[in-house]
């Protein structure tokens, strides 16, 4: 069965600095793949999605992603967080086709200092 | 565009009682939702999967008869927490599919922004 894991469970930077939070999954086959964020006390939205093409994915708020299929990941980097970038970060993985089941990572929180 | 809506917001119950959450997707029909649970500092566990008008998929150790899904329409699914007791606080999120491409099947599912559910 397909599963996601999410390496950094809570990461603490302070504003400027770059972040990359790592995402890896296990099936190997086609995938699709998301990264959600939930800002504290609001729901998940949308930052960013590879369905297939460029491998490097443009979001939302500078949040770009990376698609590596020999290594199975889909890390997630922004080159300078800010302060409002403080919130938890979702995996997120379809496999295959033939399923409508969205696979989550654990999730890692972010804080970031000002 | 894209929208989930969820209502209630925010719930609290006594013990034994029953409580209805809709799940609307506002802008788009939603071939498929899903409902969540999601536990406090952890991820979203998946509870079922709800296509219109047919019967719900529920997740291996979801009681189907304790989490009644109904999915009327394209645009509301509701999920029902029946004699609900302490341990069935949480917090409750249901998504919807939009499709982009059917030939692909390149589906992206937006999320309301759910319900907490206190059971006293």
């Known amino acids: 069965a397909q599963s996601v894991s999410q390496h950094n469970h809570h990461v603490i930077l302070s504003e400027a600095a770059s972040l990359e939070l790592g995402c890896n999954y296990s099936?190997?086959?086609?995938?699709?793949l998301f990264w959600y964020v939930q800002y504290p006390g609001q729901h998940l939205q949308l930052l960013l999605k590879y369905f297939s093409g460029d491998p490097l994915v443009k979001g939302i708020k500078g949040f770009e992603a990376e698609f590596i299929k020999s290594k199975f990941s889909f890390n997630l980097r922004k080159p300078s967080v800010q302060w409002s970038d403080t919130a938890e970060y979702f995996c997120?993985?379809?496999?295959?086709?033939?399923?409508?089941?969205?696979?989550f990572g654990t999730g890692t929180r972010l804080q970031v200092f000002p | 565009g894209a929208v989930v809506s969820q209502h209630p917001s925010r719930v609290i119950c006594k013990s034994g009682t029953s409580v209805k959450i809709e799940c609307r997707s506002l802008d788009f029909q939603a071939t498929t939702m899903f409902w969540y649970r999601q536990f406090p500092k952890q991820s979203l566990m998946l509870m079922a999967t709800?296509?219109?008008?047919?019967?719900?998929?529920?997740e291996q150790g979801v009681e189907k008869d304790k989490f009644l899904i109904n999915h009327a329409s394209l645009t509301l699914s509701t999920l029902t927490v029946t004699s609900a007791h302490p341990e069935d606080s949480s917090f409750y999120i249901c998504s919807a599919t939009h499709i982009q491409g059917i030939a692909t099947r390149q589906e992206t599912q937006y999320f309301g922004p759910g319900t907490r559910l206190l059971v006293l």
């Open positions: 709800s296509n219109e008008g047919s019967k719900a998929t529920y």
């Open positions: 099936y190997g086959g086609t995938v699709n």
């Open positions: 997120a993985v379809y496999q295959g086709y033939n399923t409508d089941k969205l696979i």
